[in-house]
């Protein structure tokens, strides 16, 4: 079932996300944003209880039971929010240039015509068959030149343009027995929004096309306005008294996307044998999904500051749809340390963007691409991890890795490996510290420099920030930042 309706980002942001803590018992995690102190300790658990490590079903059941104690229960709930940055801040720049100085980015397959940049050339007129003196000709250069630049400032916006923002809210429930097993009650919430550049190649010669226009030129001096053509889907209109506009015809653009999943889940697990200090467990945990994706498609052309693009995706409509999967889990635990294993969305479910408005694009390579990207499916993933911890239990050492790369919502594969270590307090006033290094193996290949704290046992504070930078307004800033914050009960 599929239902389609417009909201304004702004207020879906805060709507759905108050929404999904208030009204879902959830569990879940995005696969670019491990929940909780996961973010810092990597796939395992470090044998401090806590309920932000239930990312593998079999976890519950392998959780420390109290000395004297027949079961297990807590709850929590884990709150995040990140960024991640690719390519450079240029589009915003030429943006700005555009919207400050009054004119339109050059050309464009949905411009009317007049679209394109006043030249500050005025071109020579003489009679036909006459050639060009060097000063005219200079002239001319310098109307080129003007074409090649604008070229150039189309393709640095969009290449390599990827900026991401995402939040994340969880609410776990453990119920868990010796005898009876693991039960988890919880549901995840996330919302992700995302600017991606379209890139249409342009082949612009700037020596061939002033080599065409000056025979053009002479063989034909405008009498009348007149439009010569260029290479690389460029083109020059002359009047008669000498003033000029060019165009340039290229279907780069923008694609905005957002998405808002829901997660509702009830998992199961508990201990099949043990010998000694070994001991196996299993768990599944069966998820149901509710869906909501947005996206729009939008020319360069079309663009007059950056406000249009965020106008667009406010204006987008969010398309509803709902799913089922499973997670299956297996743990092998020693007397300090455990080896895990998790496969992820057994069945692969699929949902669908709705379709984007592409009457301002014409070549059917930029078509088919976008076309392409209005397909999201939940892809399995086999997730490896493991955890050793000294013989007093104050220090732990922790590993994950996943097998293969996954994409999320907006296309952008992930396949993160990880390493942490920790020191666990046992006492109120004592923080428990914690770092450790991330990084993702696909996509954007980044890698995340991890930290955090737990306070009063309760508490976990965790940051993560990339080694990589980038510059954004002239100042140098990490590619990605991701912060959580959790807390829980346990009893």
């Known amino acids: 079932m599929t239902t389609v309706y417009k909201r304004p980002l702004s207020i879906a942001l805060s709507v759905l996300l108050s929404n999904g803590i208030i009204n879902s018992m959830v569990f879940a995690e995005p696969v670019y944003h491990p929940s909780g102190a996961k973010l810092t300790f990597g796939g395992m658990t470090h044998r401090q209880m806590t309920v932000s490590d239930m990312g593998n079903p079999a976890y519950p059941a392998a959780m420390l039971t109290p000395e004297g104690e027949n079961g297990l229960y807590g709850a929590g709930l884990s709150l995040g929010l990140g960024i991640e940055y690719d390519g450079n801040d240029n589009l915003f720049k030429l943006l700005d240039k555009v919207s400050s100085g009054g004119a339109g980015i050059p050309g464009g397959d949905s411009g009317d015509g007049n679209s394109g940049a006043d030249s500050d050339t005025i071109l020579p007129s003489l009679p036909p068959g006459l050639s060009l003196t060097p000063e005219q000709q200079a002239k001319l250069d310098s109307l080129i030149q003007e074409v090649a630049t604008a070229a150039a400032l189309i393709t640095a916006s969009v290449t390599g343009l990827n900026a991401k923002a ?118 599944i945990k069966p998820k149901y999904f509710s869906v909501g994706l947005s996206n729009t498609a939008v020319p360069i052309a079309n663009l007059d500051n950056a406000r249009d693009i965020f106008n667009a995706l406010n204006k987008s409509s969010f398309s509803y749809q709902q799913d089922f999967s ?166």
Do not use: C
């Not at 050793?388 to 296309?411: K, R």
């Not at 390493?419 to 666990?424: D, L």
């Not at 450790?436 to 993560?464: H, Q």
């Open 166 to 283: 995402f939040v994340s809210a969880d609410v776990p429930v453990l119920i868990s027995n010796n005898k009876l097993g693991a039960w988890t009650f919880g549901a995840n919430t996330s919302i992700t929004t995302n600017l991606k550049g379209i890139h249409d190649p342009i082949d612009f010669d700037t020596t061939l096309a002033l080599d065409n226009l000056i025979k053009a030129y002479e063989a034909d001096p405008p009498t009348v306005k007149t439009t010569y053509d260029l290479t690389g889907g460029a083109s020059v209109t002359v009047n008669p008294d000498g003033t000029a506009k060019f165009r340039i015809d290229n279907n780069s653009g923008v694609i905005t996307k957002a998405a808002q999943i829901t997660e509702i889940s009830i998992g199961y697990s508990r201990k099949v044998w043990q010998q000694k200090d070994n001991k196996a467990y299993v768990g």
């Open 326 to 491: 499973v997670d299956l889990g297996a743990i092998w635990s020693g007397k300090q340390y455990q080896l895990g294993a998790t496969l992820t969305n057994l069945n692969e479910p699929e949902f669908n963007y709705p379709a984007s408005d592409l009457s301002g694009f014409t070549n059917p390579n930029i078509i088919q691409f976008i076309r392409d990207s209005e397909r999201y499916i939940m892809q399995r993933q086999l997730k490896l991890d493991g955890g050793y911890i000294t013989s007093n239990g104050a220090w732990g050492f922790n590993f994950g890795l996943d097998a293969n790369p996954v994409p999320d919502p907006m296309g952008d594969d992930y396949q993160w490996a990880s390493v942490g270590v920790g020191f666990a307090s046992d006492s109120w006033w004592l923080p428990g510290a914690r770092a450790g290094i991330r990084k993702n193996m696909a996509g954007s290949e980044l890698t995340y420099i991890t930290g955090g704290i737990t306070v009063f046992n309760n508490l976990n504070l965790d940051l993560a920030a990339t080694t990589q930078t980038v510059q954004i307004n002239g100042q140098t800033v990490p590619r990605g930042l991701i912060s959580n914050i959790s807390f829980q009960v346990m009893f």
